[in-house]
């Protein structure tokens, strides 16, 4: 081993980072005396997939983008996996840019979080009505849940009728669930033992990580995007289990007059400031609770409980987050439309009657409204 800081070890098999044994605060980090173990992860990695710690540890948002800019001068399949929970938080701004002409394949994982009862062939078309209106031209659309293992066939079939001998990149923004995914193709078109680092943290994979196929060609994983519109990326990460649904979601239905108000945990409002009574379906994660008060009262009970029967966050992380502001929308009557705010959940509107809404989220997180997924 030398003493140099870019030791010749490799590179980690969990995220691919070069490895290297003199700085332990920097990336690729692998203490001495263990990098002959096989195969070689870094410390960070270790303690990831050991102890589910994290690390403030993240590469540069111009490294991501060179590193995806890159694919358009190779010839290659492009899988794109977004999550469908955050589908709108979870595009990768001007993907068709850095791809070129490569065949895309959209991969819309985490779909067991869904309603069962909901209409897949609707979901296919609004996932490719929301493609094309971000200027997204994808070859085929395929529905899954890497973790539950549902449709991943289906992946497996459109990765082989698009791919053509070609090399395979997987990009997506962080925390879709693309390691997850990943791991899984390993398991079955690869002869490495070692999978991705895979946690709930952002940011796991920093540098492409080549993995070898069976007839020679590779898959590429690239870096997530860390995309700072999504509250999951500003959240305290003890809050990230909350804010990411394990289960499927449980639409929440509320008969609403105007002048009402519902508090998302701490972390959200959403103020029915006028129009008929109306209901209002949230879909978010069971662990955040959901208070009805009226607009008059909202702003008091936001100070005075704000941090604890308003949680989470707790009232210690509060003050780390961006201050609330304002997002006005005027519902159309007749209109099938969400309102999202990106990384907690989405308000579908039933009413039929229009309405004047507004959103208070931290500044800096996704609030807009879209046709109806569900």
Same mark, same amino acid.
């Given at each position: 081993?030398?003493?140099?800081?870019?030791?010749?070890?490799? =590179?980690?098999?969990?995220?691919?980072?070069?490895? #290297?044994?003199?700085?332990?605060?920097?990336?690729?980090?692998?203490?001495?005396?263990?990098?002959?173990?096989?195969?070689?992860?870094?410390?960070?990695?270790?303690? %990831?997939?050991?102890?589910?710690?994290?690390?403030?540890?993240?590469?540069?948002?111009?490294?991501?983008?060179?590193?995806?800019?890159? *694919?358009? @001068? /190779? #010839?290659?399949?492009?899988?794109?996996?977004?999550?469908?929970?955050?589908?709108?938080?979870?595009?990768?701004?001007?993907?068709?840019?850095?791809?070129? #002409? +490569? =065949?895309?394949?959209?991969?819309? +994982?985490?779909?067991?979080?869904?309603?069962?009862?909901?209409?897949?062939?609707?979901?296919?078309?609004?996932?490719?009505?929301?493609?094309?209106?971000?200027?997204?031209?994808?070859?085929?659309?395929?529905?899954?849940?890497?973790?539950?293992? *549902?449709?991943?066939? /289906?992946?497996?079939?459109?990765?082989?009728?698009?791919?053509?001998? /070609?090399? *395979?990149?997987?990009?997506?923004?962080? +925390?879709?669930?693309?390691?997850?995914?990943?791991?899984?193709?390993?398991?079955?078109?690869?002869?490495?033992?070692?999978?991705?680092?895979?946690?709930?943290?952002?940011?796991?994979?920093?540098?492409?990580?080549?993995?070898?196929?069976?007839?020679?060609? #590779?898959?590429?994983?690239?870096?997530?995007?860390?995309?700072? @519109?999504?509250? =999951?990326?500003?959240?305290?990460?003890?809050?990230?289990?909350?804010? %990411?649904?394990?289960?499927?979601?449980?639409?929440?239905?509320?008969?609403?007059?105007?002048?009402?108000?519902?508090?998302?945990?701490?972390?959200?409002?959403?103020?029915?400031?006028?129009? $008929?009574?109306?209901?209002? =379906?949230?879909?978010?994660?069971?662990?955040?609770?959901?208070?009805?008060?009226?607009?008059? /009262?909202?702003?008091?009970?936001?100070?005075?409980?704000?941090?604890?029967?308003?949680?989470?966050?707790?009232?210690?992380?509060?003050?780390?987050?961006?201050?609330?502001?304002?997002?006005?929308?005027?519902?159309?009557?007749?209109?099938?439309?969400?309102?999202?705010?990106?990384?907690?959940?989405?308000?579908?509107? +039933?009413?039929?009657?229009?309405?004047? *809404?507004?959103?208070? $989220?931290?500044?800096?997180?996704?609030?807009?409204?879209?046709? $109806?997924?569900?």
């Amino acid at each position: 081993m030398t003493d140099s800081l870019s030791d010749p070890l490799g =590179t980690c098999t969990g995220c691919g980072v070069a490895l #290297q044994s003199r700085e332990p605060e920097l990336l690729g980090y692998v203490p001495v005396g263990t990098a002959d173990v096989r195969p070689v992860v870094c410390q960070r990695c270790y303690r %990831i997939r050991n102890y589910n710690e994290t690390s403030s540890i993240t590469m540069d948002q111009e490294q991501f983008r060179r590193l995806l800019g890159s *694919i358009a @001068h /190779r #010839q290659a399949l492009v899988v794109n996996i977004v999550d469908i929970f955050d589908f709108d938080g979870s595009l990768i701004n001007g993907l068709q840019r850095y791809v070129g #002409q +490569n =065949t895309i394949v959209l991969v819309v +994982n985490k779909i067991d979080l869904l309603p069962k009862v909901s209409n897949w062939n609707k979901i296919v078309n609004w996932v490719q009505r929301q493609a094309k209106e971000h200027g997204l031209r994808v070859a085929e659309i395929v529905l899954c849940s890497a973790k539950k293992n *549902i449709g991943f066939d /289906r992946v497996v079939h459109a990765i082989a009728a698009h791919r053509q001998g /070609r090399d *395979i990149y997987v990009v997506g923004a962080t +925390n879709v669930g693309k390691s997850t995914l990943i791991n899984r193709l390993i398991r079955d078109f690869s002869d490495l033992q070692s999978e991705l680092t895979t946690s709930q943290y952002p940011g796991t994979t920093l540098d492409l990580v080549k993995i070898p196929l069976d007839d020679g060609k #590779q898959i590429i994983d690239t870096p997530g995007i860390v995309y700072t @519109h999504r509250l =999951t990326e500003i959240a305290p990460k003890s809050d990230l289990k909350k804010l %990411i649904p394990d289960r499927p979601l449980k639409p929440m239905v509320y008969q609403l007059n105007d002048k009402q108000t519902l508090f998302f945990g701490g972390y959200a409002r959403f103020d029915f400031v006028s129009g $008929a009574r109306q209901s209002f =379906t949230c879909y978010l994660s069971q662990a955040i609770p959901i208070h009805r008060t009226k607009l008059e /009262r909202a702003d008091e009970l936001y100070e005075e409980h704000a941090g604890e029967m308003l949680a989470p966050p707790v009232k210690s992380e509060l003050d780390a987050l961006p201050h609330w502001v304002k997002h006005h929308f005027h519902i159309p009557k007749g209109a099938d439309d969400d309102v999202l705010i990106s990384g907690i959940g989405w308000v579908h509107m +039933n009413g039929k009657a229009g309405a004047h *809404i507004v959103v208070h $989220a931290p500044k800096g997180v996704k609030v807009a409204m879209r046709r $109806a997924l569900i």
